[in-house]
């Protein structure tokens, strides 16, 4: 039975995967998130990440790393969840949990050649863009798909079921 938990990776698996794709020549692309609802925007990101190389490996926030970064009150769906959600979707290949608040230790290990962000970033702004850069890696940044954030879909839910 095919089941997406093959795509998830701990940190020492993707280090030898993604070097096993670089020696092969394949482009390897890397994105992260918290994802705690995925929608049409996550989707469009991922999928225009998978379109700017060969694998695509999206990091994920842990639970802890999501509650230091947006509060208790943003976990939605615990690591688990979020890791076999992100992981079900066809343009990813490959997941990996990370702890820390922003993705340097592991883009540092992935080292991948493309670093994509949604619009809501500025690369200047990106704490990790000095690594990618400081090995020859690129970073994209793709413009939000207006309308859909996380935030924004709680506060719809919110005032829809609030006579509830």
């Avoid at 060969?54 to 509060?71: A, P």
């Amino acid at each position: 039975m095919w089941s997406s938990e093959r795509k998830i990776k701990t940190k020492e698996e993707i280090c030898n995967i993604a070097e096993r794709f670089r020696e092969e020549g394949k482009t390897i692309v890397f994105t992260n998130g918290c994802f705690e609802i995925l929608h049409p925007g996550h989707i469009t990101l991922l999928e225009k990440a998978k379109s700017f190389g060969d694998i695509l490996i999206v990091g994920i926030n842990s639970d802890e790393s999501v509650k230091k970064i947006k509060g208790e009150k943003k976990l939605i769906f615990d690591e688990k969840s979020r890791l076999k959600i992100i992981s079900a979707l066809e343009c990813v290949d490959y997941t990996v949990l990370f702890n820390e608040e922003t993705p340097e230790n592991i883009i540092s290990i992935i080292k991948p050649h493309i670093h994509v962000k949604g619009g809501d970033y500025k690369e200047e702004d990106l704490p990790e863009a000095k690594i990618v850069k400081s090995y020859g890696g690129k970073i994209i940044i793709v413009p939000l798909i207006e309308g859909f954030s996380t935030t924004q879909i709680i506060n719809k839910i919110l005032a829809l079921y609030k006579d509830h």
